[in-house]
C-alpha cells in the first residue's frame, strides 16, 4: 500500500500539474463509431430500430466520462452519471491490487476505484498529488516486478529440481524387486523332467 500525508513538502515555485488518468484511450472512440456505422443499415428502417444507436452512443459517453483526476486537492473519479471527489485529508491509503486499478481507501466510507489508475502510475498520482504520497518510481516499480519475476523463477526451478530427486530415489527400489523376479523365471528351467542327469 502507499502511505499518504497530510503536510505537503517544501514550497516549490509552480504547483504541480494535475494528472488525468482514463479508463480507457480516446482512441476507442473509433470503435464507438465503427459500430454506429455498422448499426446504420439496421437503424435507418425505421421504428424503434432508431434505436439501436444508444449502443454507440453509451460506449462514447463512457469512454468519455470514465476517468480519474489528480491534484493537490484529491481525488476526482468521473463516472458516467456522476463525480466523486475525495481530499487527500479524507485519504487513509490506496490499495494495490495484484490486478485492475488502484482503490482508495477513505477514513469512512467504502473504498473508491480510481478509474484509469493502476500500480505502475503511483509515480505521476505522486507528482501530481503535490507530494502527499509516498509511491515508487516507474523505474523503483519495474525493479520490483522484475525481482518478483525472478522469485518466481527460481522457485520453479526448484521445485523441478525436487521432482528430478524424488524419481531418482524411487528408482533403485525396483531393482531388487527386478532381480528377484529374475531368479524365479530361472528355477523352474533347473526342475524340467528330461533334464541332463547329474554324473555319477
Do not use: N, Y
Not at 463512457?62 to 486537492?73: K, N, Q
Not at 477514513?107 to 480510481?114: C, K, Q, S
Not at 505502475?120 to 516486478?145: K, Y
Not at 519475476?149 to 531393482?175: F, S, V, W
Request: with cysteine; hydrophobic share 45%.
Amino acid at each position: 500500500m502507499a502511505d499518504v500525508s497530510d503536510e505537503k513538502q517544501a514550497p516549490v515555485s509552480a504547483p504541480p500539474a494535475p494528472a488525468t488518468f482514463r479508463a480507457v484511450p480516446t482512441v476507442a472512440l473509433v470503435a464507438a463509431a465503427f459500430l454506429a456505422l455498422c448499426l446504420s443499415p439496421i437503424a435507418f428502417q425505421g421504428g424503434a430500430w432508431f434505436l439501436l444507436f444508444a449502443i454507440p452512443l453509451a460506449l462514447a459517453v463512457w469512454i468519455v466520462r470514465s476517468r480519474t483526476r489528480v491534484d493537490t486537492e484529491g481525488l476526482h473519479v468521473h463516472g458516467v452519471l456522476g463525480r466523486r471527489t475525495v481530499r487527500w485529508s479524507e485519504v487513509s491509503t490506496l490499495r494495490l491490487p495484484g490486478k485492475g486499478w488502484v482503490r482508495a481507501v477513505p477514513t469512512e466510507g467504502a473504498e473508491l476505484e480510481l478509474r484509469g489508475v493502476r500500480v505502475r502510475d503511483l509515480g505521476r498520482v505522486g507528482e501530481a498529488s503535490g507530494g502527499r504520497i509516498s509511491a515508487p518510481t516507474p523505474a523503483e516499480a519495474e525493479a520490483a516486478a522484475e525481482h518478483a519475476r525472478e522469485l518466481e523463477a527460481a522457485r520453479m526451478r526448484i521445485a523441478r529440481l525436487r521432482e528430478k530427486q524424488e524419481e531418482q530415489a524411487e528408482e533403485p527400489t525396483d531393482e531388487p524387486a527386478q532381480e528377484q523376479a529374475d531368479e524365479q523365471a530361472q528355477e523352474p528351467e533347473a526342475d524340467q523332467p528330461g533334464g541332463p542327469a547329474p554324473r555319477a
